[in-house]
T-cell receptor, first 114, second 110 residues
């Protein structure tokens, strides 16, 4: 158990819809990263938030956006869903003063786009 | 652009065997390398983290080595057990957050 939780566990949407995924990190973890893992692939970095500000972004279009709240929980929003957005979405939190590489992963949200 | 490759993609072994999983990366300017375990449909569990200045790390039956200059890492699993069946991912960090390989899917047959 990493103490990182994600909701919902599973989600089914149709093309063109919008979706919001949520992540609750361990208390005091002020950095959160989001990853997309397509079937049979390794996770790909979407973006990272540090103290409520975006702190790095991978090769994902602007319709992928995020928020981090004062309690360091986080949201991933995806607009205009496409079939290829079907994937496992993972969030990972990092404790302060441990560097960006000590990441604790949540169990993920499985998104299916029909 | 950093690329991480894992070989083999899948591996099936009988219980009790020792085995080696391989990971290679194209850019040797890394901060560290990590090995993760992922059970089907689940999140990632960190197994071992090797800092760029280190050569290896051990945890129980697991031993990971790192040769930064050649861009290679191996994960050695001793006396494999059916409970070791999972996908094993390696990931490197450098100027960007973690870059992952596609993983090796391991099946240990009782």
């Amino acid at each position: 158990e990493t103490g990182v939780t994600q909701s919902p566990t599973h989600l089914i949407k149709t093309r063109g819809q919008q979706v919001t995924l949520r992540c609750s990190s361990q208390s005091g973890h002020n950095t959160v990263s989001w990853y997309q893992q397509a079937l049979g692939q390794g996770p790909q970095f979407i973006f990272q938030y540090y103290r409520e500000e975006e702190n790095g972004r991978g090769n994902f279009p602007p319709r992928f956006s995020g928020l981090q709240f004062p309690n360091y929980s986080s949201e991933l929003n995806v607009n205009a869903l496409e079939l290829d957005d079907s994937a496992l979405y993972l969030c990972a939190s990092t404790p302060p003063d441990r560097g960006g590489d000590t990441q604790y992963f949540g169990p993920g949200t499985r998104l299916t786009v029909l | 652009k950093q690329e991480v490759t894992q070989i083999p993609a899948a591996l099936s072994v009988p219980e009790g065997e020792n085995l080696v999983l391989n990971c290679s990366f194209t850019d040797s300017a890394i901060y560290n390398l990590q090995w993760f375990r992922q059970d089907p449909g689940k999140g990632l569990t960190s197994l071992l983290l090797i800092q760029s200045s280190q050569r290896e790390q051990t945890s129980g039956r697991l031993n990971a080595s790192l040769d930064k200059s050649s861009g290679r890492s191996t994960l050695y699993i001793a006396a494999s057990q059916p409970g070791d069946s999972a996908t094993y991912l390696c990931a490197v960090s450098g100027n960007t957050p973690l870059v992952f390989g596609k993983g090796t899917r391991l099946s240990v047959i009782a």
